[in-house]
């Protein structure tokens, strides 16, 4: 009876850090998220398709963008 009542308490306990853990994921990241200026469409698409993004940068920066 003990150990039933102890696992129900632990199993709570986890199940209520999990959920604050995964608010805390959520929610910490998105000012820092809506601070950032967006990504040119070009470069998105083309990081998107899976080029190398050394080379996009080189590229760039190449051309003085």
């Not at 199940?15 to 040119?40: C, H, M, T, Y």
Request: hydrophobic share 50%; glycine share 6%.
């Amino acid at each position: 009876m003990v150990a039933l009542d102890t696992t129900v308490l632990t199993i709570g306990v986890v199940s209520v850090v999990v959920a604050v853990l995964l608010v805390a994921v959520i929610v910490a990241p998105r000012k820092s998220v809506r601070d950032d200026e967006p990504i040119d469409r070009d470069v998105e698409t083309r990081l998107l398709l899976g080029e190398d993004p050394q080379a996009i940068a080189d590229e760039l920066d190449g051309r003085g963008a």
